[in-house]
T-cell receptor, first 116, second 115 residues
Framework: GAVVSQHPSWVICKSGTSVKIECRSL??????MFWYRQFPKQSLMLMAT?????????EQGVEKDKFLINHASLTLSTLTVTSAHPEDSSFYIC????????????FGDGTRLSIL | GESVGLHLPTLSVQEGDNSIINCAYS??????FIWYKQESGKGPQFIID?????DKRQGQRVTVLLNKTVKHLSLQIAATQPGDSAVYFC??????????????FGQGTELSVKP
């Protein structure tokens, strides 16, 4: 149980386009979803915390207008990288947490984003 | 604490040997710690967790030790196998209490198992 699905797993697009990444909790309702960014050979950097039906809370230094987060339901959160540029290329990972499950976060398998 | 920007230390072990991966934390009020395993190109997977009222917790082939005096956490993997090759992260909530599941990740250690 507690499966988190992330889509797409890999995307390549031209500079200036916007890219949407979906994160779904498949078999549980997520109280909170988290979005991370990871560069090669580095740790996970928390970008934002998303609660269903409310605005996301962004970590310091993360541009909220650049990384739009929508959390429309208890099983779906989306991250949109707007007007993406090569420096936005990275591995983006989502996770989901439920207060009811009394378990730590469950992670998706990430999205490799490459901006040309 | 958070370790963004630092490159991963590596640990290389022979198949069948035991592995010890270490993690130092800075927040003395931390009361919950988690170890995650991240294989190449995938998201982190939960391995084992421990609360601060314990010094040791065992799972299948893994043991986590917590030394609150020196704020140190370790993950021991017994009889390391090639499938254990991955990056291992310790993680903790940012404050004393669980803030809706929020976690801060440590630097991570890349474990490489030689056949």
């Amino acid at each position: 149980g507690a499966v988190v699905s992330q889509h797409p797993s890999w995307v390549i697009c031209k500079s200036g386009t916007s890219v949407k990444i979906e994160c779904r909790s498949l078999d549980f309702q997520a109280t909170t979803m988290f979005w991370y960014r990871q560069f090669p050979k580095q740790s996970l950097m928390l970008m934002a915390t998303s609660n269903e039906g409310s605005k996301a809370t962004y970590e310091q230094g993360v541009e909220k207008d650049k990384f739009l987060i929508n959390h429309a339901s208890l099983t779906l959160s989306t991250l949109t990288v707007t007007s993406a540029h090569p420096e936005d290329s990275s591995f983006y990972i989502c996770s989901a947490h439920s207060n009811r499950l009394n378990q730590p976060q469950h992670f998706g398998d990430g999205t490799r984003l490459s901006i040309l | 604490g958070e370790s963004v920007g630092l490159h991963l230390p590596t640990l290389s072990v022979q198949e069948g040997d035991n592995s010890i991966i270490n993690c130092a934390y800075s927040n003395s009020a931390s009361d919950y710690f988690i170890w995650y395993k991240q294989e190449s190109g995938k998201g982190p997977q939960f391995i084992i967790d421990i609360r601060s009222n314990m010094d040791k917790r065992q799972g299948q082939r893994v043991t986590v030790l917590l030394n609150k005096t020196v704020k140190h956490l370790s993950l021991q993997i017994a009889a390391t196998q090639p499938g254990d090759s991955a990056v291992y992260f310790c993680a903790e909530p940012p404050g004393r209490y669980n803030q809706g599941g929020k976690l801060i990740f440590g630097q991570g250690t890349e474990l490489s198992v030689k056949p």
